[in-house]
């Protein structure tokens, strides 16, 4: 959450519960999640199978981390999106663009993470950038030979998808507790095959409330875009914060920063998408 604004997290009421893509707070208020935790519940909350793996795995008390046949799970999954590509893995964000940063000196300019294209957002080439996001459903903008994919679990570990020939470069990565490995690996094999058989409901109203808006003669239309299942804006701080709070107050938490895409969820209710589409449209 490198680009989190907590103070507008900490405008929410105090979330008990969370399920599917719901959010569920003190006082008995149900939050549609367009946030998504930055794409690391685009499965939803509380995935069964993935629970699964990591209460099989805890069971067995493998929370050090020490190396462990899971690694190799974990590669052979990522494998099914990127086949070309070494993988390395570390314990959080911040360990990850380290080594970026420590692989890279000769660059003319110091790593940003802030500065990584991500493909929600719709930019065009470019050519000097050498680490990319990558998030599922939604087709890439190019293709760098540092990719850092957006994995559908929120417990890590980070992960760097790198060219060959890199590899020299990014000796090795971190020990990950295999209590996170399992999850991690059964989460990906899910998304492959919600990739293969795509069962995500289509918003039309919201489609068309952002097309629509687009049109209008206000100097505030047209402000999302949609590439995939993201919407993205580019409103500044002050104007975001207040869009964060409308939203809230209708019952949608947006993402915590406009650098960071809302994400459309698998399913809505109808009342949802209508109110949701109101929303975008205004």
């Not at 190396?67 to 999954?77: F, Q, V």
Request: with cysteine; proline share 10%; aromatic share 10%.
């Amino acid at each position: 959450m490198l680009n989190c604004d907590e103070g507008l997290l900490r405008s929410l009421p105090r979330v008990l519960r969370a399920r599917d893509f719901h959010l569920y707070a003190e006082g008995g208020k149900r939050l549609v999640d367009l946030w998504l935790h930055g794409g690391k519940a685009v499965l939803g909350h509380k995935p069964p199978r993935v629970l699964l793996e990591l209460k099989n795995v805890a069971e067995r008390g493998l929370f050090t981390p020490l190396p462990h046949p899971l690694e190799k799970r974990l590669t052979k999954a990522l494998a099914l999106f990127f086949p070309d590509r070494s993988f390395r893995f570390y314990n959080d964000s911040l360990s990850l663009y380290s080594a970026i940063e420590k692989a890279l000196p000769g660059e003319s300019a110091p790593f940003q993470a802030e500065a990584i294209p991500d493909p929600a957002f719709p930019v065009s080439n470019d050519s000097k950038a050498v680490a990319s996001l990558w998030r599922p459903f939604v087709e890439p903008t190019f293709e760098t030979p540092i990719l850092i994919p957006v994995l559908p679990w929120p417990l890590g570990p980070a992960v760097l998808a790198l060219d060959k020939s890199l590899e020299a470069s990014f000796p090795q990565g971190e020990l990950i507790p295999p209590v996170l490995l399992a999850p991690a690996a059964r989460a990906l094999y899910d998304l492959a095959a919600k990739l293969r058989n795509p069962d995500r409901q289509r918003f039309y109203r919201v489609e068309k409330a952002i097309a629509g808006a687009g049109q209008g003669d206000s100097p505030e239309s047209g402000i999302w875009q949609l590439r995939g299942i993201y919407l993205t804006t580019r409103v500044g701080s002050e104007k975001y914060a207040q869009m964060f709070q409308n939203f809230l107050e209708a019952g949608f938490l947006l993402p915590p920063s406009a650098s960071e895409p809302a994400i459309l969820p698998a399913v809505m209710s109808k009342g949802e998408e209508i109110h949701l589409a109101e929303l975008l449209g205004v």
